[in-house]
């Protein structure tokens, strides 16, 4: 799986939306960006993905480059519930079910 | 939603002797499962893959006698930390998905956090 780049951590106000970034400069025409969130003490959880356009869905939204080397995980209003680390992975369509691999994401605090 | 259940959520064991941790997929079958450990601040790290009816695939590195992986049925897979020390002192985590289309996300269950004393 292509290679993702993400800033260690950041930091938000609480009601305050937040922009996490990812660069995947390597990405491939197959692959999908898939967005995932550990909360403290917690196994991850799926937030989002999309291919080529942007997506939106309960928890967030996800921003997607036009060339795809970049794309953007969008909290609208950050609740302390939001802290947690945010991983963005690249999966190709023919990975099948084969495991995600975990980078080391972005540690998310929001202060109150 | 796919919903992985994963049993006990926190064990302390004494050195020398042996834990199960369970890992349940719910709601859907799954053939497959994903084992991980992660240390503290640090990321996951795939262990091992489960196999519904067939020996586990294990990470280099990973031990295949000390992490004995049991995935008997379609919803039940176990792994079991054998001779316990301290050093396997971690955060265990089990995931599934629901079907094999790349689109769909990955489950994963709430973690087993195991103290070796």
């Known amino acids: 799986d292509a290679k993702t780049t993400q800033p260690n951590s950041m930091e938000s106000n609480e009601e305050e939306p937040v922009h996490l970034p990812c660069n995947h400069s390597?990405?491939?025409?197959?692959?999908?960006i898939h967005w995932y969130r550990q909360l403290p003490s917690q196994g991850p959880e799926y937030v989002i993905h999309?291919?080529?356009s942007n997506v939106n869905n309960r928890m967030a939204s996800l921003a997607i480059a036009e060339d795809r080397k970049s794309s953007t995980l969008i909290l609208h209003r950050a609740t302390l519930r939001d802290a947690a680390v945010y991983y963005c992975i690249l999966r190709d369509v023919s990975s099948g079910n084969t495991p995600l691999v975990f980078g080391k994401g972005t540690r998310l605090s929001v202060i109150a | 939603g796919a919903v992985v259940s994963q049993h006990p959520s926190r064990v302390i064991c004494k050195s020398g002797t042996s834990v199960k941790i369970e890992c349940r997929s719910l709601d859907f079958q799954a053939t497959t499962m994903f084992w991980y450990r992660q240390f503290p601040k640090q990321s996951l790290m795939l262990m091992a893959t489960?196999?519904?009816?067939?020996?586990?695939?294990?990470e280099q590195g990973v031990e295949k006698d000390k992490f004995l992986i049991n995935h008997a049925s379609l919803t039940l897979s176990t792994l079991t930390v054998t001779s316990a020390h301290p050093e396997d002192s971690s955060f265990y985590i089990c995931?599934?998905?629901?079907?094999?289309?790349?689109?769909?996300?990955?489950?994963f269950g709430s973690g087993t956090r195991l103290t070796v004393v």
């Open positions: 995931s599934a998905r629901a079907t094999g289309d790349i689109r769909y996300g990955y489950t």
């Open positions: 999309g291919l080529t």
């Open positions: 390597t990405i491939s025409g197959t692959d999908y």
């Open positions: 489960s196999n519904e009816g067939s020996k586990a695939t294990y």
